[in-house]
């Protein structure tokens, strides 16, 4: 009997941050820039889409996936340059990872539940 891997949850996380910079980032640079050009009053402002459940919640997950994907593409970019990765490796940059997203949830649900005041 084969032994267990814990390499696809990382691979789906890694399918999901691709998807996430593919997609959502492309999207949100354009909304951004269009912004730019506007007056200010009635154009797209990022605080306002962080004052809903959906743009927190968007925001939120475009930094989760891309985060992990990063991370991903690092650890396996260690084995293309014949680093050996081992255990302590995998903590510290998953670690990162997780540190990044926490921190993105901390500040986006300060920031949204100050919305409410």
């Not at 814990?6 to 910079?21: D, Q």
Request: with cysteine.
């Amino acid at each position: 009997m084969p032994a267990r891997s814990n390499e696809p949850p990382f691979w789906g996380l890694f399918g999901f941050g691709g998807m996430v910079i593919a997609f959502a980032f492309p999207a949100l640079l354009i909304c951004m820039i269009i912004a730019g050009f506007g007056d200010g009053h009635t154009t797209f402002h990022f605080t306002e889409a962080m004052s809903h459940w959906w743009g927190a919640g968007a925001i939120f997950l475009i930094i989760f996936g891309a985060a992990f994907h990063g991370v991903h593409r690092i650890y396996h970019s260690f084995h293309d340059l014949k680093i050996h990765t081992g255990r302590v490796h995998h903590i510290i940059l998953y670690g990162t990872a997780f540190c990044i997203t926490t921190a993105a949830l901390t500040a986006i649900s300060i920031y949204y539940f100050k919305s409410f005041q």
